[in-house]
């Protein structure tokens, strides 16, 4: 490590110091902050207050200060950037009437007030601890003993009134609260999680 010195401009004692390849080391003129503010001492700032200075951009309201990159009607940046004609609205190629979009029936069923109640349930039930490792007050979360992905299977679920009427998947004896870690470690069957 090598090591700079020079001397106070104040105190004039010699000082050392690192250089880490900025500018203004190699301008320093001050062994500490003490010095610098002693230099100050009989010098007098002025002071201006909020309301004496003017602004940098008085009396220029209305005039543009580069005329090159000023919007002009009617000329874009860039062609790629300009949305076209068909791009947007019932133009669109991605555009779905109303009546046809459709939400994912697992979105839908996870958004449903049934799905809430049988959380509730199972955190109820479990007094809101995870199963695996104990920690109670954390982001908890329900998970289905058997797989979701396997009732849905099973039970031929297509439609939201089949999975609404399907008992297996409510049944609260299928469910367990864990908390965010030990949920993520039972879908990815890590080490001890391997068989829940």
Known sequence: MTFLTKI??????????????????????????????????????????????????????????SPHSEFKKGIHASPK?????????????????????????????????????????????????CQKCGVRGSWLEAHHVKEFAQIFQKYNIISFEGAMNCIPLWDVNNGITLCEKCHGMIHFKKGEYADV
């Open 8 to 65: 106070c401009i104040q105190c004039k004692k010699i000082f050392s110091f690192t250089p880490n390849g900025k500018k203004y080391n190699d301008g320093r003129k001050f062994c500490s902050y003490n010095c610098y503010w002693e230099s100050l001492k009989g010098i007098i700032l002025p002071n201006i207050n909020n309301k004496e200075r003017i602004p940098w951009n008085k009396n220029l309201k209305g005039i543009h200060l």
């Open 81 to 129: 950037t300009e949305i076209k004609k068909g791009q947007r609205g019932k133009e669109s190629i991605a555009y779905k009437e109303p009546e046809d979009r459709i939400t994912p029936l697992r979105l839908q069923i996870r958004n449903s007030s049934k799905y809430s109640d049988w959380r509730t349930q199972i955190f109820g039930r479990d007094n809101f601890t």
